[in-house]
């Protein structure tokens, strides 16, 4: 059975060749050149897409340097077929799925001269968060077997040899030799993998850097985390999207829940990775497990909006590369302005998509000593600086339909097809990437919601207590912050093993233990023993109001007795 064996990998994450003095390229082999590039590796986003015969993985790139040092190295058991994929369908996947806290204000119902009620409305805060290149046949027996221009790329797929071989051919093409590569690559050419080079074509910009999109036989999805502890930080940031039919668990690796009470309500859960962090370094996971951070319809709209994915954010039926086709580069501002991708004033210019300005930047270059806005906004009086050997009508059409309508018109089919999203979120060290993650479908298990709303009551005597969305609730007394728990606390709440099939296998439960804990410290301030339960507004009630009805409500049937 075929599978993608990995990314090595750079993805969403923020890769950035400037601030770290350390070897941090992960699958970007950085360009050996006078000075190797030191380049941060914080995390990696991908995209599957299965269909039981085949995989789809999308892998978003994230890259500041030099364009001429740019390279990634991809481990494969066979050869897929590449594409250009769509930064946009990113950018509204992160948007739909990304988990949010917020805290809802209320106040008790308080006879006159006793208390004031609060009003108050709900808050909530995101948290960070294809023509050919080749040097040929390899050395000894490592050798070229497929070589293309994928978008703004160069890929060429390298078969046989064994680690030292593979690693002579990575040296003589420009890829640098990154201590501690040398033992990991033999683990996968002792397997017989492949390996994918890609470097960005020649005249492409950095700007130019689009996701990558590499389909295969198989129905085992699996992130190569091996490859990539070469060079990752500390902590590292996996997240796994999947569009599908029903929920994704992963196989392998745990599955982890952590503990609410360790989540910093007060302050949008601001503390969110260090509890991750945490909760996947319990003994029992090892640091090898995956929290889902949602997992649900998407509901994709033409105009979507809340958590609805929206598709006309990254499609629209008026791009048409092949307007282009015969067109005269003067025209061609105003061609993309009808067409909603560009427009350019003297004082500013405006991008709809991330690639249009790489994809203006290499056919039609701004001449020395103007701006972009200087030159696009007036394309006709500036005709004697165009330069005409950078200008193709049909290259610009095709780079157009390549890099940005055919990826949007794929992005929107995958959508349209697979209802369901799954969005897996995972920390990880080096140390921990001995093994590659691969996930599985389990379809009956629970949704999992992208806004956690928890709701905090001011009572009468001036004291707070806080109702969590599992019901919880945490008596804060006079204070207005999150407490401080003690180490005692655990930060995971569960950790399973998923199978394909079958019962779960609960390794940790602490459920028992935090309730204890919680119950201790209700108690210690002041929490009552007896009375009203505060644990949130009934359903369908929006903050104050919806309780101060249902306060009256209670109130008139107690009469009636």
């Known amino acids: 059975m075929a599978r993608f064996s990995g990314v090595a990998l750079v993805g969403a994450l923020a890769v950035t060749g400037v601030a770290q003095e350390a070897w941090a390229c992960g699958g970007l082999f950085c360009d050996s050149g006078p000075t190797t590039m030191p380049v941060d590796q914080s995390g ?50 992160l948007r739909v799925s990304v988990p949010s806290y917020g805290m809802q204000q209320q106040a008790d119902q308080c006879d006159p001269g006793f208390g004031a009620p609060l009003p108050g409305g709900a808050a909530s805060n995101e948290f960070a968060g294809g023509s050919s290149s080749s040097s040929g046949g390899g050395q000894n027996g490592t050798q070229v077997v497929f070589s293309r221009t994928v978008g703004a790329f160069d890929v060429t797929v390298l078969r046989g040899g064994d680690a030292m071989e593979v690693m002579g051919w990575l040296n003589d093409n420009g890829y640098a030799q990154l201590p501690g590569t040398l033992p990991l690559l033999e683990g996968y050419t002792r397997e017989n993998f492949l390996f994918a080079a890609v470097k960005l074509t020649g005249g492409a910009g950095v700007d130019e850097i689009h996701p990558l999109v590499l389909k295969y036989p198989g129905n085992v999805p ?59 370094n319990d003994p029992v996971a090892g640091g090898q497990a995956f929290v889902t951070e949602f997992a649900g319809p998407h509901n994709a709209q033409d105009r979507g909006f809340g958590s609805q994915l929206n598709i006309s954010a990254f499609h629209s039926e008026f791009w048409d590369a092949e307007v282009f086709l015969n067109a005269a580069p003067t025209a061609v501002m105003g061609l993309l302005q009808q067409q909603g991708l560009a427009s350019c004033q003297t004082w500013a210019c405006n991008y709809s998509h991330p690639l249009m300005q790489g994809i203006l930047n290499e056919f039609l ?85 992208q806004t956690r709303l928890a709701v905090q009551t001011t009572h009468c005597d001036g004291t707070t207590s806080v109702a969590l969305p599992d019901g919880r609730e945490v008596w804060l007394g006079n204070s207005t912050q999150w407490p401080t728990w003690p180490a005692s606390m655990p930060w995971a709440m569960t950790i399973k093993d998923i199978p394909q099939s079958g019962d779960i296998i609960t390794l940790v439960d602490n459920t028992s233990a935090i309730d204890a804990q ?28 919806g309780l101060m009805v249902l306060a009256g409500l209670l109130l008139a049937a107690r009469r009636r007795r």
Request: hydrophobic share 40%; aromatic share 10%; net charge negative.
């Open 518 to 545: 919680l119950s201790t410290f209700n108690r210690a301030n002041g929490a009552p023993t007896t009375g009203c339960s505060h644990a949130g507004p009934v359903a369908g009630s929006t903050g104050w109001s």
């Open 44 to 93: 990696e986003n991908i995209l599957f897409i299965m269909d039981g015969q085949t995989v789809e993985a999308h892998i978003q790139i994230q890259y500041e340097g030099e364009a001429a040092r740019f390279s990634w190295v991809i481990p494969l058991t066979a050869i897929p077929e590449f594409s250009v994929g769509s930064q946009l369908l990113f950018n509204e996947l």
């Open 222 to 280: 699996c992130v190569p985390l091996k490859l990539t502890a070469v060079a990752a930080t500390s902590d590292m940031g996996v997240r796994t999207f999947f569009l599908g039919n029903g929920r994704m668990v992963p196989r392998g690796y745990k599955h982890l829940e952590v503990n609410p009470l360790r989540i910093d309500w007060s302050n949008n859960a601001a503390n969110y990775k260090e509890v991750l962090s945490n909760a996947a």
């Open 365 to 449: 270059p701004v001449p020395t000593g103007m701006t972009e806005e200087q030159f696009y906004s007036n394309l006709g009086g500036n005709q004697a600086l165009i330069d005409m050997n950078a200008w193709s009508a049909s290259g610009f059409s095709a780079a157009l339909s390549s890099r940005i309508v055919v990826p949007a018109r794929h992005a929107r089919d995958l959508v349209l097809q697979h209802p369901y999203l799954t969005r897996m979120f995972t920390l990880i060290s080096p140390e921990e990437m001995t093994q590659d993650p691969e996930f599985h479908e389990r379809p009956e298990l629970p949704q999992v919601v």
